[in-house]
């Protein structure tokens, strides 16, 4: 094989590659097309769990679940010497860990291995190619074919894991940001997550797609941190406020808007919203602008439910909690009311998610 039929071959697999980003979608993509240049019968792409020196089958054809020790079989013995493995014959080969076929009724003819390491040398998973197809076994250029595209599957691999990190980092510093408002207010970050989970489950609970339950999950927690700008004074004081107080308070919502709005960004723009929503009310009188109905953003209406359900079933310097059937109660009276009727008889029908949700999240979340 020259080097136009693999440049060929790799235009082939970066065209088909380049407009997909979900990483299980990537794998497979790379995994169909392996099977097909080197003609294999199956292939399995297996990421590395380093705590628990297990492989993870991300792409597996034939099996639904698959994870394996990383030192046992033909696959362990690549990722061990982080050599390349061709086995010709594998119920004749020592090395063959025979576990998987048992389970899954099925008979390993021949097979080939191509270990993946990362840049500092670290193991980061294997692509196994199985059954050579018409046979007898996979040969050198099959070999050399397969460590062509392990490249992008390392790659592939890494920036996944790379933008899971990021992601993480972002949720992370999310949580702790909107906890920082709340702990002005002698709340602990358990309230800005069950305001999350809360949110989530009505949103799910309506059909909204995933992409948009993500993101309010994301944003959800971020509704008070414009309480950051009220003077701990208002914000802690035991009993009630007066009106001048209250007007004070009620700036927390534009606040938040003004510190979160950024054009150029769709989440934060989001989390504006919800910011400067999360006070109005379905019939008009609430604030900051006393909108009114669908004037008010979705996810301002959602958080509104979810805020205020979580105010009444905690304590506050200003009350003690409610019993979850008496706030869920004042939800129903406020249906059409202080809330989305639609939305409100959405959180009602979901009482034991919200209930498990109450019950789950009492204390502060994992860091
Ligand atoms: P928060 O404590 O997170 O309460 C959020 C919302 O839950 C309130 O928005 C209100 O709509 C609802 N809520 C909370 N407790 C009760 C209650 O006992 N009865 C009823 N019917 N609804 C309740 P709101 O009123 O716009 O208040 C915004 C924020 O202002 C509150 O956030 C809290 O931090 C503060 N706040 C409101 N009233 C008082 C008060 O009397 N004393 C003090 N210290 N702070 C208050
Ligand atoms: C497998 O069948 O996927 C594992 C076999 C081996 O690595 O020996
Ligand atoms: C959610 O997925 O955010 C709501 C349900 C749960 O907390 O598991
Ligand atoms: C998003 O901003 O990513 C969710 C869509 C929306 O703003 O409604
Ligand atoms: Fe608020
Ligand atoms: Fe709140």
Redesign the pocket.
Known sequence: MDNDDKLEILLRLGNKISRENNLDRLLALIGDFSTEIVSAERCSIFIYDPQKDQLVAKVAHGIDHLVIPADKGVVGAAIQTGEIQISADPYHDMRFNQDVDVEQQFVTRSLLVIPLFNKEGKPLGAVEMINKNPGPFFNNIDAELMVLIANYVTSTIENALLYEKIKKTQTNLIYKLSTAA?FK?N?TSA??LR?AHYSATIARAMGRDQPFIDALTLVAPM??IGKIGIPEAIIKKPGKLDNEEFAIMQQHALIGYQLLFDSDNDLLTMAARVSHD?HEKWSGGGYPKGIRGEEISLEGRIVAIA?VF??LTTRRPYKEPWSIERSLGYIEEQQGGHFDPDLARTFLAERDAVAEIFCRHQEEPPS
């Open positions: 709340e207010d709340e309230h800005t305001v509704h008070d999360h805020d979580d105010a």
